[in-house]
């Protein structure tokens, strides 16, 4: 019998390895089953942060080295979570380690500034054409401040927002990140819809909602709120629904319509900023914003982000209209790491090394889906990277919502237990290559997919 994509048939096959794949790595975990157990007493739920616990269970790591990490059962997997793509310069590189263990013996930390502030943003300014830069140290407190700096600037109280966009957990963005479809409402002007009952009305309120890559819908928006929006936030390509790329033209067409009405736009470059592309998606779809977030890979590893803006919205941090504030900003150990990182590791050489082995990733990818009939496709851009398992390109979140998850979620357990670790979620994150990946990298991932694909179609 041939089995179609999506049907029923399909489905319940899928099912079955699910079954067969969740006992597998439970199996194999033992150690893992054992310190949850053990953690469960202490840390709510057993781990740091919910995401940590994805199903079937958590695993627990013990060491990362190179393109590496190693669980506490002893078994070493290809990494490409890669922290939730914070570690474009791999485990342990050698220049991080260096940068680290020589600041770990000065003094870690003093809330007053160091010198490698300056090298640091002055680079980010290089990289991402936004001449002023203050650092936090989370993209939550990235966005954080681009929210309220926009609000500052313009003072008005109101922000658009993409649906389905994650944009971190401060409460002005905690609105409509994966909203359940009845709570949707209409696909041109979705409803605001707060993510937890602890968001107050008058907050999902003041964030308008709108779909991805529609800017007539941030138009209405606008006409419908004269005076009153100070800014919009986008994750230039969304990167929380797989990798999701803009329609042609849109974020230069965006950007001209939110001028014409005198409202900021800010990219929140915490997934794409240097991954994507040495400048981020900025650097790689050409159309600079008033205010770029960064976060994740530019701290090799440590806690870090970092907000740029025209020398127009930083005059307003200047004159303490908006203070930039945090104890940790700017630490001295992150930003040793942050220089190591930016000036001596993400080197042009080390950039052309990542997107040689993205084309191998999709090259690799696009011939097991084509010869295995997988109704899916291949979206990658610099160290970022997603097979979608949908028979249509996924456009925007209500795109999303329409597919079936338990795709991703079998791929990302026979990957596991293939021994690549992917991020957890399957149906919603991309991997993430570093510059210590090599070609024997790619191909256990390859094999792995091949693995499924014989799995599912036989
Ligand atoms: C696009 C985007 N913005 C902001 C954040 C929040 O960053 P953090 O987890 O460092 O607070 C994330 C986290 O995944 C993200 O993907």
Same mark, same amino acid.
Not at 57 to 80: F, P
Not at 132 to 142: F, L, P, Q
């Given at each position: 019998?041939?089995?179609?994509?999506?049907?029923?048939?399909?489905?319940?096959?899928? #099912?079955?390895?699910?079954?067969?794949?969740?006992?597998?790595?439970?199996?194999?975990?033992?150690?893992?089953?054992?310190?949850?157990? *053990?953690?469960?007493?202490?840390?709510?739920?057993?781990?740091?942060?919910?995401?940590?616990?994805?199903? %079937?269970?958590? !695993?627990? !790591?013990?060491?990362?080295?190179?393109?590496?990490?190693?669980?506490?059962?002893?078994?070493?997997?290809?990494?490409?979570?890669? =922290?939730?793509?914070?570690?474009?310069?791999?485990?342990?590189? %050698?220049?991080?380690?260096?940068?680290?263990?020589?600041?770990?013996?000065?003094?870690?930390?003093?809330?007053?500034?160091?010198?490698?502030?300056?090298?640091?943003?002055?680079?980010?300014?290089?990289?991402?054409?936004?001449?002023?830069?203050? $650092?936090?140290?989370?993209?939550?407190?990235?966005?954080?401040?681009?929210?309220?700096?926009?609000?500052?600037?313009?003072?008005?109280? +109101?922000? !658009?927002?993409? *649906?389905?966009? $994650?944009?971190?957990?401060?409460?002005?963005?905690?609105?409509?990140?994966?909203?359940? &479809?009845?709570?949707?409402?209409?696909?041109?002007?979705?409803?605001?819809?707060?993510?937890?009952?602890?968001?107050?009305?008058?907050?999902?309120?003041?964030? &308008?909602?709108?779909? $991805?890559?529609?800017?007539?819908?941030?138009?209405?928006?606008?006409?419908?709120?004269?005076?009153?929006?100070?800014?919009?936030? !986008?994750?230039?390509?969304?990167?929380?629904?797989?990798?999701?790329? %803009?329609?042609?033209?849109?974020?230069? #067409?965006?950007?001209?319509? @939110?001028?014409?009405?005198?409202?900021? @736009?800010?990219?929140?470059?915490?997934?794409?900023?240097?991954?994507?592309?040495?400048?981020?998606?900025?650097?790689? &779809? =050409?159309?600079?914003?008033?205010?770029?977030? @960064?976060?994740?890979?530019?701290? =090799?590893?440590? %806690?870090?982000?970092?907000?740029?803006?025209?020398?127009?919205?930083?005059?307003?941090?200047?004159?303490?209209?908006?203070?930039?504030?945090?104890?940790?900003?700017?630490?001295?150990?992150?930003?040793?790491?942050? +220089?190591?990182?930016? &000036? *001596?590791?993400?080197?042009?050489?080390?950039?052309?090394?990542?997107?040689? @082995?993205?084309?191998?990733?999709?090259?690799?990818?696009?011939?097991?889906?084509?010869?295995?009939?997988? *109704?899916?496709?291949?979206?990658?851009?610099?160290?970022?990277?997603?097979?979608?398992?949908?028979?249509?390109?996924?456009?925007?979140?209500?795109?999303?919502?329409?597919?079936?998850?338990?795709?991703?979620?079998?791929?990302?357990?026979?990957?596991?237990?293939?021994?690549?670790?992917?991020?957890?979620?399957?149906?919603?994150?991309?991997?993430?290559?570093?510059?210590?990946?090599?070609?024997?990298?790619?191909?256990?991932?390859?094999?792995?997919?091949?693995?499924?694909? +014989?799995?599912?179609?036989?």
């Amino acid at each position: 019998m041939t089995i179609t994509a999506g049907t029923e048939a399909e489905l319940a096959v899928i #099912d079955g390895l699910i079954a067969e794949q969740e006992a597998a790595l439970l199996e194999r975990t033992p150690a893992s089953a054992r310190i949850m157990e *053990e953690a469960r007493g202490s840390l709510a739920g057993g781990v740091a942060s919910s995401w940590q616990d994805a199903p %079937p269970r958590a !695993i627990w !790591i013990d060491h990362g080295k190179g393109s590496k990490i190693t669980d506490v059962d002893g078994t070493t997997y290809v990494d490409l979570h890669n =922290g939730f793509g914070a570690m474009l310069v791999g485990h342990a590189h %050698p220049a991080v380690v260096k940068a680290v263990q020589e600041r770990v013996a000065l003094g870690t930390h003093f809330a007053q500034p160091v010198p490698d502030l300056i090298p640091v943003a002055e680079e980010l300014a290089r990289r991402f054409d936004q001449p002023k830069w203050r $650092y936090t140290n989370s993209g939550t407190e990235s966005t954080l401040a681009a929210v309220n700096l926009m609000r500052v600037v313009k003072n008005r109280p +109101k922000l !658009i927002k993409v *649906e389905g966009t $994650y944009h971190g957990h401060h409460d002005a963005v905690q609105v409509s990140v994966y909203p359940d &479809l009845e709570d949707c409402g209409p696909v041109e002007s979705p409803h605001s819809v707060p993510v937890h009952r602890g968001i107050s009305p008058e907050v999902a309120a003041n964030t &308008l909602v709108v779909p $991805y890559g529609d800017v007539a819908a941030v138009r209405r928006a606008l006409e419908a709120n004269p005076g009153q929006v100070a800014g919009m936030i !986008i994750e230039p390509m969304m990167m929380n629904i797989g990798v999701v790329t %803009p329609p042609p033209n849109y974020l230069a #067409d965006l950007k001209e319509e @939110l001028q014409r009405h005198d409202v900021l @736009l800010t990219f929140d470059e915490v997934k794409t900023g240097l991954t994507v592309h040495p400048g981020g998606a900025t650097g790689l &779809l =050409g159309v600079t914003p008033d205010i770029v977030c @960064l976060a994740k890979s530019m701290g =090799g590893g440590l %806690p870090c982000g970092a907000v740029g803006a025209s020398a127009e919205v930083m005059a307003l941090v200047e004159d303490d209209s908006y203070e930039v504030v945090g104890t940790f900003n700017g630490n001295p150990l992150t930003m040793a790491a942050a +220089k190591a990182t930016l &000036l *001596e590791v993400l080197t042009p050489e080390a950039h052309a090394h990542v997107e040689a @082995l993205r084309d191998r990733m999709v090259a690799g990818a696009e011939d097991v889906l084509g010869r295995y009939g997988i *109704e899916g496709y291949v979206s990658a851009y610099g160290a970022k990277g997603a097979v979608t398992f949908s028979a249509t390109r996924i456009n925007n979140f209500r795109d999303f919502l329409a597919y079936d998850g338990r795709y991703g979620h079998v791929h990302w357990l026979f990957q596991h237990n293939g021994g690549v670790f992917l991020p957890p979620w399957g149906k919603v994150e991309q991997w993430t290559l570093s510059v210590q990946h090599t070609n024997d990298d790619v191909d256990v991932f390859l094999m792995n997919l091949e693995t499924f694909a +014989k799995a599912l179609k036989g």
